[in-house]
């Protein structure tokens, strides 16, 4: 079955360590995009790449980064310098003109990184 | 830069009640697209709902539909004999193609608890 598949679930991280979490989509969707998500709160745009070795920053990109190397790939590294990235983290993908409806934009079941 | 506003951030229904959960979104494009998702307690994105900006008709899916008023830029999710499983996080979403690139942008969202 096609889908998005994130890794690990579940995250921990001491402060002052860069982690990566993974992303991988057998979609054959051309975009992906990364969300975060904080308590009782909405989903806000990080990165999004809308074809392979390119990518744009969306709203809060400060104290991330990601890179495009294959269709199927949009990892997300969280770096020291991201003030407060205990939070959860939501990948999905599209076609690249974003879909509709059912057709439109797929979300991994994402990963909650926690900072000890 | 669009914005989506979703002002309730609780509601409470009764098992087998409709309820409204409101949505407004401010944007200056001709064309865009509007999505409701359900959140349960998991972190799944769950896709309910899409409405198109030219779609004359309001869009329905099974016990969801959408009221969506163009005019006053709204677009509230109605769910009909709501079901103790409806029990969620609420989030309306817009859709904004800019050339290339299709981004969706989240409201806050509303938790919906259903009783009996």
């Known amino acids: 079955d096609g889908g998005i598949t994130q890794s690990p679930k579940y995250l921990f991280r001491k402060e002052g360590q860069n982690v990566t979490l993974s992303c991988e989509q057998n979609?054959?969707?051309?975009?992906m995009y990364w969300y975060r998500q904080d308590p009782g709160q909405g989903l806000r745009l990080i990165y999004y790449s809308q074809i392979v070795n390119d990518f744009q920053k969306g709203d809060i990109a400060e104290g991330y980064s990601v890179s495009r190397e294959k269709k199927e790939s949009f990892p997300l590294t969280v770096t020291s310098a991201q003030k407060n990235p205990t939070a959860f983290y939501l990948c999905?993908?599209?076609?690249?003109?974003?879909?509709?409806?059912?057709?439109?934009?797929?979300f991994g079941s994402g990963t909650r990184l926690t900072v000890v | 830069a669009q914005k989506i506003t979703q002002t309730q951030p609780g509601m409470f229904v009764q098992e087998k009640e409709a309820v409204t959960l409101d949505c407004t979104y401010d944007t200056s494009d001709q064309s865009y697209g509007l999505f409701w998702y359900k959140q349960p307690s998991s972190g799944e994105m769950i896709f309910l709902i899409y409405q198109g900006s030219y779609d004359e008709q309001n869009a329905t899916e099974g016990r969801y539909s959408l009221n969506f008023q163009k005019a006053r830029k709204s677009a509230n999710l109605v769910i009909s004999a709501s079901q103790l499983g409806d029990s969620a996080m609420y989030f309306c979403?817009?859709?904004?193609?800019?050339?290339?690139?299709?981004?969706?942008?989240f409201g806050t969202g509303t938790r919906l608890q259903v009783t009996l």
């Open positions: 979609l054959n969707h051309d975009a």
């Open positions: 999905a993908s599209s076609m690249v003109w974003g879909g509709t409806g059912h057709n439109g934009y797929t």
């Open positions: 979403a817009m859709r904004e193609l800019t050339g290339t690139a299709s981004k969706l942008t």
